[in-house]
């Protein structure tokens, strides 16, 4: 899996993915897009991500087999 930027594209649904962004701390989060804004998914805050925040993002991994 390689980091996509969001300049490319953005997720085609709205999932979580793993994001990455300069402005967030240079830190792997998790957040969801709507094709539009970009979400924290925290159930308490659920909060929008200001843009330009999120600069790449990869989908999940597949779970490990059991």
């Known amino acids: 899996m390689e980091w996509i930027s969001v300049k490319d594209r953005l997720p085609?649904?709205?999932s979580l993915v793993?994001?990455?962004g300069e402005n967030?701390?240079?830190a792997v989060f998790f957040a969801y897009s709507?094709?539009?804004d970009w979400f924290?998914?925290?159930?308490v805050h659920n909060s929008k991500i200001d843009k330009g925040?999120?600069?790449?993002w990869m989908p999940l991994?597949?779970?490990p087999k059991q």
């Open 24 to 26: 967030y701390h240079d």
């Open 40 to 43: 924290d998914p925290d159930i």
């Open 12 to 14: 085609e649904d709205i």
């Open 61 to 63: 991994p597949e779970p």
């Open 53 to 56: 925040d999120v600069t790449h």
């Open 34 to 36: 709507n094709k539009v």
């Open 18 to 20: 793993l994001a990455f």
